[in-house]
């Protein structure tokens, strides 16, 4: 039904930066937010930004404030991750997700009912 599909990310050195890319397609019949999550070697899945369907609402966890920027365009079906001065605690696999029917932003992985395959970020030291 909905398929969605990341890019841009790779091994960098501390200080880097990289532009994570999310294309959606398929049907989608009602307004939806999007967000970003990420997964560190031996870690849960965390929550690192989201955006609302407007962009009117948009959250960045405290650990990437000032440094991640999540944007989107609804004319592209495509959310974006702009991260900038990495450090290898960013190290992970990030995924891109959409919020389920009536939810227009969302926290946890259960507020989200699609997902990438996932875009791998090592940061080295």
């Known amino acids: 039904q909905v398929q969605l599909v990341e890019s841009g990310g790779g091994l960098v050195q501390t200080g880097a930066s990289l532009r994570l890319s999310c294309a959606a397609s398929g049907r989608t019949f009602t307004t939806y937010g999007m967000g970003w999550f990420r997964q560190a070697p031996g870690k849960e899945r965390e929550f690192v930004a989201g955006?609302?369907?407007?962009?009117?609402?948009?959250y960045h966890i405290d650990s990437v404030k000032g440094r991640f920027t999540i944007s989107r365009s609804i004319a592209q079906n495509t959310v974006y991750l702009q991260m900038n001065s990495l450090k290898p605690d960013d190290t992970g696999v990030y995924y891109c997700?959409?919020?389920?029917?009536?939810?227009?932003?969302?926290?946890?992985?259960?507020?989200?009912?699609?997902w990438g395959q996932g875009t791998q970020v090592t940061v080295s030291s």
């Open positions: 955006i609302s369907w407007s962009g009117s609402r948009i």
């Open positions: 997700a959409k919020t389920i029917p009536g939810t227009d932003w969302g926290l946890r992985p259960d507020e989200y009912d699609y």
